[in-house]
């Protein structure tokens, strides 16, 4: 596509897991490079390669004669440039750290320009190949061998962040907050309303209070006996394999990047693990009247990977199956707020209040669901019975430091 040729229409990720019209304009040639002169990288050769469909913003890939650059544009109801300069932050103590994650470019000092609405910002991306680039979250790894490696790469992430010491992000939309690990959940929600009018107004209508008590508080109880004991940490809070990018290592791969920290928050390690397990585990977008697949081996690679990197502790062994159930109410919160007060679907915030909040939560009281919770124990646990299939010799290759760039 030539630099300033207007881009097609641009198809992205649906909530019923189908491709559709995007809620905000793709990038075109003529912005991008508007954008980048911004940054002193304005080049007439530029041009975009290819279109994010990730639904949340309007994101491309460019060719540039200096490699190629990342751009990523957020309505600022969705993101401020002070809200992205926090996980800018927190990208560049991992960098430090070693973990291969973008280099965020600045433009007169600010890793993030706001123009008008819109809020842009510029990364060069990670080594190695995307391969899950048009994934979308709730689908599992290629193999189980991806699958392990991620856990692992997730685990030395979390030993590079302990020692981040920023204080959490303040509550908003698209941003992990983790609701879930106080006392009471309902009181809890209760909270994160009354800080977020138009979280307020999109649960005016719904019989929010007796459906969580209904079919979240009781996943809740035992979750509340042990979260009070897990140690609180920044972390990703969306590690799917359309995050990651890789590289072919002997037969298989590892992890060489980590990309999209638009939830990192101060959570829980824990937490992170969960939300990994829930992304890839359980076929949210496949199967009829709530019969989704379920991948164990995956289940059982990503979490011994985790565990030959960074042994769980037994409070974080205990917290996992408990943690599962609940692990994506932060998020269906958020995107509830988004569809009914950012871009105005009615429809994708019922998905997002019904399908997803209550609905994923409810699925775990299914036989399906108990074995998932049962084999996940044994996995956390180290039970040699919840390895899976042919991981054992992946992750003994697992546990080094990151991939020299």
């Not at 962040?161 to 908003?172: F, H, I, L, M, W």
């Amino acid at each position: 596509m030539a630099a300033d040729t207007p881009a097609p229409g641009v198809l992205v990720h649906g909530m019923d897991g189908r491709m559709t019209a995007g809620d905000w304009p793709p990038l075109n040639g003529a912005e991008v490079r508007r954008v980048l002169r911004r940054y002193g990288l304005d080049d007439p050769s530029v041009s975009v390669l290819w279109h994010s469909p990730r639904p949340f913003s309007a994101a491309a890939v460019l060719s540039h004669p200096g490699g190629r650059l990342f751009v990523k544009r957020h309505h600022r109801s969705v993101r401020t440039p002070s809200a992205l300069a926090a996980e800018h932050r927190f990208m560049a103590h991992l960098a430090a750290g070693g973990v291969p994650v973008p280099e965020v470019l600045s433009a007169a000092g600010a890793t993030a320009v706001g123009v008008g609405d819109w809020t842009y910002e510029l990364h060069r991306p990670p080594p190695g190949e995307d391969l899950y680039r048009s994934t979308m979250s709730w689908e599992p790894f290629l193999t189980a061998g991806h699958a392990a490696a991620a856990g692992a790469a997730l685990a030395r992430l979390h030993r590079v962040a302990e020692c981040y010491e920023a204080p959490a992000r303040p509550s908003g939309v698209l941003v992990a907050n983790w609701v879930s690990g106080g006392d009471d959940l309902v009181g809890a929600v209760e909270d994160l309303v009354g800080a977020r009018p138009a979280l307020a107004e999109a649960l005016a209508r719904r019989p929010w209070r007796a459906d969580l008590a209904r079919v979240l508080s009781p996943w809740h109880r035992p979750l509340a006996a042990v979260a009070g004991r897990l140690r609180p940490q920044w972390t990703h809070n969306d590690w799917h394999a359309s995050n990651l990018f890789w590289r072919a290592v002997g037969g298989g791969a590892e992890v060489s990047g980590v990309i999209d920290f638009g939830l990192s928050n101060r959570t829980t390690a824990v937490y992170d693990l969960a939300t990994a397990v829930e992304r890839h585990v359980v076929g949210w977008l496949e199967g009829d009247g709530g019969a989704h697949p379920v991948h164990l081996d995956q289940m059982a690679a990503l979490v011994g990977g985790y565990r030959s990197v960074r042994p769980l502790e037994a409070v974080e062994a205990e917290a996992l199956p408990a943690l599962l159930p609940l692990v994506h109410v932060e998020l269906a919160l958020s995107e509830l707020e988004y569809f009914e007060a950012v871009v105005g679907s009615p429809a994708n915030a019922d998905l997002a209040y019904g399908a997803f909040l209550l609905g994923h939560a409810a699925w775990f009281a299914t036989p399906a669901g108990r074995v998932l919770l049962d084999e996940l124990r044994g996995a956390a646990e180290g039970d040699p019975a919840g390895e899976g299939p042919g991981t054992a010799g992946e992750i003994g290759e697992l546990g080094g430091p990151w991939p020299r760039t």
